[in-house]
């Protein structure tokens, strides 16, 4: 069950304390999505990138910060500026530019605790 | 901005029965419009796009540019269709591939 992993499955911070979820994928996509899915509320866009080095805030970047510095990871850190940060996170990636642009493909998340 | 909106949080039916999950959506342009399912302990994947007008599953949905909405159907419900269906709007140009989902709906079947 390759393509797109996450890592942890499950991880407990303390608040105060910044936090890195992994996401790592070998379908050798240009295009990497972090989102934050809450009950209730959906998906939303924490940060996207369309390419290496290169980023862009979502709807919900406020105390969150990525990197891209290989196609491949495009790691997520959960600040001690985020007030609300437990909560399921899904990575994603997809190829724009190709016939399958449209459709995403998700890992199975890391639930993070912070108390 | 765009915005996708699925007012039902949860919605029960029973096996056999017809099934229609709302969709509605917001945007100046011409979009593309998903729906994505989230199987109990399994990844959220793609189920249908508009574009393609294709049946999944036994589940079809028509995009209806005069009412601004995506609603998913299909006539008689399964079991195994209990999943979270979130509908998912892609405005293209610059943000080609960058999704904007709705808030899901949890659909269960009952026996």
């Known amino acids: 069950d390759g393509g797109i992993t996450q890592s942890p499955k499950y991880l407990f911070r303390k608040e105060g304390q910044n936090v890195t979820l992994s996401c790592e994928q070998n379908?050798?996509?240009?295009?990497m999505y972090w989102y934050r899915q809450d009950p209730g509320q959906g998906l939303r866009l924490i940060y996207y990138?369309?390419?290496?080095?290169?980023?862009q805030k979502g709807d919900i970047a406020e105390g969150y910060s990525v990197s891209r510095e290989k196609k491949e990871s495009f790691p997520l850190t959960v600040t001690s500026a985020q007030k609300n940060p437990t909560a399921f996170y899904l990575c994603?990636?997809?190829?724009?530019?190709?016939?399958?642009?449209?459709?995403?493909?998700f890992g199975p998340g890391t639930r993070l605790t912070v108390t | 901005a765009q915005r996708v909106t699925q007012p039902e949080k949860l919605l029960s039916v029973f096996k056999g029965a017809p099934v229609e999950l709302k969709c509605n959506y917001s945007?100046?342009?011409?979009?593309?419009l998903f729906w994505y399912v989230q199987y109990s302990r399994q990844r959220l994947q793609l189920l249908l796009r508009?574009?393609s007008r294709e049946s999944i599953k036994g589940f079809t949905a028509d995009l209806n540019k005069g009412e601004t909405s995506f609603h998913l159907k299909k006539p008689f419900a399964q079991e195994e269709d209990s999943a979270m269906y979130y509908c998912?709007?892609?405005?293209?140009?610059?943000?080609?591939?960058?999704?904007?989902f709705g808030q899901g709906t949890i659909l269960t079947v009952h026996p």
């Open positions: 945007y100046s342009g011409s979009p593309e």
């Open positions: 998912a709007l892609n405005a293209g140009g610059t943000s080609y591939g960058k999704l904007t």
């Open positions: 508009h574009i």
């Open positions: 990138s369309q390419i290496v080095n290169d980023f």
């Open positions: 994603a990636s997809s190829a724009p530019g190709t016939n399958k642009a449209y459709e995403q493909y």
């Open positions: 379908l050798n996509h240009d295009a």
